[in-house]
């Protein structure tokens, strides 16, 4: 089981999702069926639904990077705590997204589809998955795809 606290730093994103509670609930139980280890342990994260204003103030914070950006993942435990962790109970991390870049990526397409996309791409690396070499990000692209054709 996965559940999800929801904060909102931005109007835009209250205007977009009208009860984004029941937003992520409907998603990540669709998740849990097909990801294992959502299967075995209650896993509670964070999501900060925000603006790339202060998505670039926490990129510059905490990688160093002085621009905005679609998804920051703050994992809580490294992968080998996370996989060998005999707590059925854990906090994962938090994950925050930009809704003006997110928005921008839509304007041909699908919001909640490209929302979707970064999220699920936060929650990997939540969970342990990267894209630092090849066979990484060819792994996680699988998952990711894998994903979003369940929950869409």
């Given amino acids: 089981m996965i559940k999800v606290n929801v904060e909102i730093k931005n109007k835009s994103w209250k205007e977009k999702i009208k009860n984004p509670n029941k937003y992520f609930n409907n998603k990540l139980n669709k998740v849990s069926k097909i990801v294992t280890i959502f299967k075995k342990k209650k896993i509670t994260f964070t999501i900060l639904l925000t603006n790339s204003f202060n998505m670039k ?72 998955y990267d894209h630092i070499k090849n066979k990484d990000y060819l792994r996680m692209s699988k998952m990711e795809k894998k994903i979003l054709s369940f929950i869409n």
């Avoid at 991390?93 to 921008?104: F, H, N, P, Q, V």
């Fill in 57 to 128: 103030k926490l990129n510059k914070k905490f990688r160093n990077l002085n621009k905005p950006t679609d998804v920051l993942s703050f994992p809580f435990l490294s992968h080998r705590d996370f996989r060998l962790s005999k707590d059925n109970n854990l906090y994962i991390g938090d994950i925050a997204t930009s809704y003006e870049i997110i928005k921008r990526r839509s304007q041909k397409g699908n919001f909640y589809i490209e929302f979707d996309k970064v999220w699920i791409h936060g929650l990997l690396h939540l969970i342990g």
